[in-house]
T-cell receptor
């Protein structure tokens, strides 16, 4: 069964550094998402992306965050200047149809980001 | 505003017992979607079920069953004859029609004791 792939599985970075989290969505999917889960807490929506642009973003997704689909397969989340509170598990997800049908999201295994 | 409440933070049951995980939601949308996801200790999020607001039929899939009651805004999840491998955090989630995002509850951590 096709799956969403995220790399790396664990990233350690120093406060203030830039970090890029990478995702390869399922190949025929058109809608892409990033979610975040601070340790032991609930999963929170960050951003959705369709047709090469952001379709919705949360309050968490401030100017230090950006997303990009640099080629036909990758979907990246960049954090420009990491803070301690950015430490979390970051999940990428994709779906084949949009919100009108609320196709179930297929999540990747996550990237655990640790900011020291 | 949309909200999902999972009042049970943590539940422990002995293997083979049945267990029900509660989920109550709030939304003003007339069309919406409800989900359950499982997060095992390995950390990934596994999709279990999606329900739309017009389909109140209960669903059974093996040992899993879901009870959707619009009158009480609840979408409860029951595992019958629980197994140790069912140990995980279970998230209930909600999405409104035309809404890109899914709102997750805080999750219920389920421990199945051997």
């Amino acid at each position: 069964e096709p799956e969403v792939t995220q790399t790396p599985s664990h990233q350690v970075t120093q406060m203030g550094q830039e970090v890029i989290l990478r995702c390869v969505p399922i190949s025929n999917h058109l809608y892409f998402y990033w979610y975040r889960q601070i340790l032991g807490q609930k999963v929170e929506f960050l951003v959705s992306f369709y047709n090469n642009e952001i379709s919705e973003k949360s309050e968490i997704f401030d100017d230090q965050f950006s997303v990009e689909r640099p080629d036909g397969s990758n979907f990246t989340l960049k954090i420009r200047s990491t803070k301690l509170e950015d430490s979390a598990m970051y999940f990428c997800a994709s779906s084949d149809v949009g919100s009108s049908y609320n196709s179930p999201l297929h999540f990747g295994n996550g990237t655990r980001l640790t900011v020291t | 505003a949309q909200k999902v409440t999972q009042a049970q933070t943590e539940i422990s049951v002995v293997e083979k017992e049945d267990v029900t995980l509660d989920c109550v939601y709030e939304t003003r949308d007339t069309t919406y979607y409800l989900f359950w996801y499982k997060q095992p200790p390995s950390g990934e999020l596994v999709f279990l079920i999606r329900r739309n607001s017009f389909d109140e039929q209960n669903e059974i899939s093996g040992r899993y069953s879901w009870n959707f009651q619009k009158s009480t805004s609840s979408f409860n999840f029951t595992i019958t004859a629980s197994q140790v491998v069912d140990s995980a955090v279970y998230f209930c989630a909600l999405s409104g029609s035309g809404d890109d995002k899914i709102i997750f509850g805080k999750g219920t951590r389920l421990h199945i004791l051997p």
